[in-house]
T-cell receptor, first 109, second 114 residues
């Protein structure tokens, strides 16, 4: 079967750096997405990786290794507003999106 | 700049009742989707549409019907609601096909079936 694994919950300190991992086992691969979802709100797009390597967007970076079925989202200079769930999703060989259950990130002062 | 708008935001139904969720987008996107989100699970695709007048089944289509009579609107219907359909429903749209681009989500509709 197809599977996306990410930690259920993580805690980090304001101003620090946190890395949220995502491992996947899917039938084929056509890209990996990261979305941010604040409690009670809609998911919003953060990044899309289809080639190996690191993509940087301001304080957020996303890394992909297709051979390892692995990605991570790196958040730097954490702010209280970064408290949210982070969703990993993979587009499979049929271009269907397989979603992880999300990682709830708690930021402490 | 409305983006994707869902109505209603909240609804409580009794088992066996029917209802329709409306999704409207003003971005002229061809592709629209209905997802459900349940605690501890990833988003699951219910139905989707690749253009006006077309619909297709997703991962969990049973108990739901959809229609896309106008490009900007995508309706999700529950014919006979069941407690297992208690969930948060998200509509989304995209400009690129085949999940190769960003999804724009509505704010969600929280449905409780008693």
């Amino acid at each position: 079967g197809q599977n996306i694994d990410q930690p259920t919950e993580m805690t980090a300190t304001e101003g620090a750096i946190v890395q949220i991992n995502c491992t996947y086992q899917t039938s084929g691969f056509n890209g990996l997405f990261w979305y941010q979802q604040h409690a009670g709100e809609a998911p919003t797009f953060l990044s899309y990786n289809v080639l190996d390597g690191l993509e940087e967007k301001g304080r957020f970076s996303s890394f992909l290794s297709r051979s390892k079925g692995y990605s991570y989202l790196l958040l730097k200079e954490l702010q209280m507003k970064d408290s949210a769930s982070y969703l990993c999703a993979v587009s499979d060989s049929n271009y269907q999106l397989i979603w992880g259950a999300g990682t709830k990130l708690i930021i402490k002062p | 700049n409305a983006g994707v708008t869902q109505t209603p935001k909240f609804r409580v139904l009794k088992t066996g009742q029917s209802m329709t969720l409306l999704c409207a987008q003003d971005m002229n996107h061809e592709y629209m989707y209905w997802y459900r989100q349940d605690p501890g699970m990833g988003l699951r695709l219910i139905h989707y549409s690749v253009g006006e007048g077309t619909t297709a089944k997703g991962e969990v289509p049973d108990g739901y019907n959809v229609s896309r009579l106008k490009k900007q609107n995508f309706l999700l219907g529950l014919e006979s609601a069941a407690p297992s359909q208690t969930s948060v429903y998200f509509c989304a749209s995209s400009v690129l096909r085949d999940h190769t681009g960003e999804l724009f989500f509505g704010e969600g509709s929280r449905l409780t079936v008693l």
